[in-house]
């Protein structure tokens, strides 16, 4: 009579131990650094709720999803803070980097950033920038490939002004 009641006794206290192990899991106790910053976090998915000040970043692998929380969300991403969760999201599709979803800061290859969007060709009365990946304002009374609009008569005359010899001044 003894034995089955201590194995009954043995197996509560072992089903009231299982959900405590569950939450140690949980607040990421012994996960090693997959956990940093965690306020609940599982060995399959990492971080599920993050520290408040911390972003969580979601890294998707196929169908399988990892979380994980950052002080900065990586390139790529922008941070955006909410009541609950603060969260990494995707920029645009054109941008390598960005502040937020409607403002990029640097463009992907063959893009060229110009107020904050990513455009295949600059607007008229920009010029690209190969280096930097940027449209330029041109100067107004600039065209191209002429720096003076001035008529040809007048720039022949101030040409002819420079080359008479000066005068001693008295």
Do not use: W
């Amino acid at each position: 009579m003894r034995v089955p009641l201590c194995l009954l006794l043995l197996v509560a206290h072992a089903a009231d131990m299982l959900p405590l192990n569950r939450r140690k899991k949980q607040v990421g106790t012994g996960l090693g650094s997959n956990c940093t910053g965690c306020v609940i976090c599982s060995e399959e998915n990492g971080c599920s709720t993050c520290q408040q000040k911390l972003f969580l970043f979601i890294r998707r692998e196929g169908i399988r999803q990892y979380g994980k929380c950052v002080h900065d969300c990586p390139p790529g991403y922008f941070g955006v803070r909410g009541q609950e969760v603060n969260r990494c999201k995707k920029c645009g599709a054109t941008c390598e980097s960005c502040f937020s979803q409607d403002f990029c800061i640097q463009c992907k290859r063959r893009f060229y950033l110009y107020k904050g969007k990513c455009l295949p060709t600059c607007p008229l009365g920009t010029a690209a920038q190969q280096s930097t990946q940027e449209c330029q304002e041109r100067n107004p009374s600039q065209k191209k490939g002429r720096r003076d609009r001035r008529p040809r008569k007048d720039r022949k005359l101030d040409r002819k002004l420079d080359m008479r010899p000066s005068r001693p001044q008295a």
